[in-house]
């Protein structure tokens, strides 16, 4: 485990605590976006298809209007533009992931494709020209469709290719890489193994999706490794994982939802962050004895939660210099379940009823991170809201001021270690299933306009002041 080494170095560095309305020095803010969400250029200069390529032409009826990442916000042509852009935001951080086709069109190294590497060169050295820190997710969801035709995450081979892409990675970018993110919310990943209407779209619960998962985990755990073995000295850098944790409160105080939701917390967060992060690794026992019993009882002769070797125990437990948290809203979890047999959802046997946005969730989360997975720092990597008032987007300000105010509290009076804060998202994108119409962006982008027209929002002068001071202002109002 490499927090209390990196929690050393960044107090070396001055990292230190600031009076209560401001983020401590050091603390590092910026905003993000992702491959398939802004890049477009989708078989342009030898890029390979992904899955989302691949399901929305297969599948247009999966999305919405029909829209797809073909051209998206063209970032792979407007790159220059978004970089002003953040500049204009006085960020320290832009947090971007790189497209595994685009590097690796067969998936497999037998074929590197120069334009990919030479793109995200360009990207990140005029990001550094601006003062801007590059952090890089090596996977926000668009892998090779020719690794899919292989059976995509539930082969287990799927670790492999997935170092030998790291390598490629570290190899030509880690000299001026410094924040590696591996899986951008592996549980959002495993989906698209439990449900038709996300990619890869191939429908089995209960069992595709917990077998991807023990992939996921294996790969991070091996690429960590494999960073911290080869790189790490001559590099100086740091990995983690972006994992996507909600809060979790119980719809009544019934002992029952209770009960329920700490449960559901449990096979929500708790099934990649307990092998990584917590102190004996391994799934959490809750998840073990549920699926293992629901198994025994469908007459099979195996559990369909796979079992990790000893030995890979030992080497995805504490494998993170930081926790990436992406945090949106809160559920409202009761201890009943409507669902098929098998599935998650019926392995929990709790359901979320409904969500909301409630800014003492966030505190709450990152309060509950600390104390369950105690020893690592936190960077929250994703938050934000989507919007549809347009430019004049009141409503994105107000969720910022309060859930940031709630942050600040976190980190100067709980003294939870948070070491930065990723607002999602730069611009307006594609938001996967339902395309374009739901906006989180701080840019606007005119999506019938050829050129993609960007413009800001009243929220990018807002945070732009935030970036730049560190303060957040005065809450007058509550979302809650
Ligand atoms: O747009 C997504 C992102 O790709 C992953 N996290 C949640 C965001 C908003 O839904």
């Not at 309305?21 to 976006?33: A, R």
């Not at 590059?134 to 892998?143: I, K």
């Not at 080497?315 to 809203?329: K, M, P």
Request: net charge negative; aromatic share 14%; hydrophobic share 35%.
């Amino acid at each position: 485990m490499w927090a209390p080494t990196l929690i050393a170095a960044l107090v070396t560095l001055g990292y230190t605590r600031a009076s209560d309305n401001k983020f401590p020095d050091g603390f590092l803010m910026g905003c993000g976006t992702a491959s398939y969400q802004v890049e477009g250029a989708w078989n342009e200069d030898g890029k390979g298809e992904n899955i989302w390529d691949h399901m929305f032409h297969e599948h247009p009826e999966y999305g919405t209007n029909g829209d797809n990442g073909d051209v998206a916000c063209d970032s792979y042509h407007k790159y220059k533009e978004d970089v002003q852009m953040l500049k204009a935001l006085n960020v320290d951080v832009y947090r971007f992931s790189i497209s595994w086709p685009r590097i690796l069109p067969t998936g497999d190294v037998d074929i590197i494709n120069q334009p990919g590497i030479d793109y995200y060169n360009k990207l990140i050295n005029e990001l550094l020209d601006n003062g801007i820190q590059p952090m890089v997710t090596m996977y926000h969801w668009d892998l090779p469709q020719a690794l899919q035709y292989i059976g995509g995450w539930t082969n287990g081979l799927m670790a492999d290719y997935f170092v030998e892409y790291a390598r490629v990675l570290f190899e030509n970018f880690g000299d001026r890489v410094k924040w590696w993110i591996t899986f951008n919310e592996p549980a959002m990943v495993v989906k698209g193994y439990a449900s038709k209407d996300r990619a890869p779209s191939q429908p089995a619960p209960g069992v595709g999706d917990y077998l991807a998962a023990h992939t996921l985990l294996r790969a991070h755990g091996r690429v960590y490794r494999l960073y911290h073995q080869q790189y790490r000295a001559a590099q100086n850098g740091s990995v983690g994982i972006s994992l996507d944790v909600q809060g979790s409160a119980p719809l009544t105080n019934s002992t029952e939802d209770v009960v329920a939701a700490d449960r559901y917390q449990q096979f929500e967060a708790g099934h990649f962050a307990h092998p990584i992060f917590s102190q004996e690794g391994d799934y959490p026992a809750i998840m073990r004895q549920r699926v293992d019993a629901n198994s025994k009882r469908e007459g099979r002769p195996r559990s369909r939660l796979p079992i990790f070797t000893p030995e890979e125990v030992k080497y995805i437990r504490g494998a993170a210099d930081f926790f990436g948290l992406n945090h949106y809203w809160t559920d409202f979890v009761t201890d009943e379940v409507n669902a098929t047999s098998p599935s998650k959802a019926g392995d929990t046997g709790a359901t979320a009823v409904r969500n909301g946005l409630h800014s003492w969730g966030f505190r709450n989360i990152l309060n509950w991170i600390v104390n369950e997975y105690p020893g690592y720092s936190i960077f929250v990597t994703e938050n934000g809201v989507e919007t549809s008032t347009g430019l004049n987007d009141i409503d994105r300000i107000q969720y910022y001021k309060e859930y940031l105010t709630e942050l600040q509290q976190a980190v100067n009076i709980d003294k939870v270690p948070v070491i930065g804060y990723i607002a999602w998202s730069l611009m307006d994108n594609l938001e996967w299933t339902e395309g374009f119409t739901r906006k989180f962006g701080l840019y606007e982008v005119d999506f019938n306009s050829p050129n993609r027209t960007r413009t800001a929002k009243d929220s990018a002068a807002f945070m732009a002041k935030i970036f730049l001071s560190k303060k957040v202002p005065e809450d007058d109002g509550c979302l809650s």
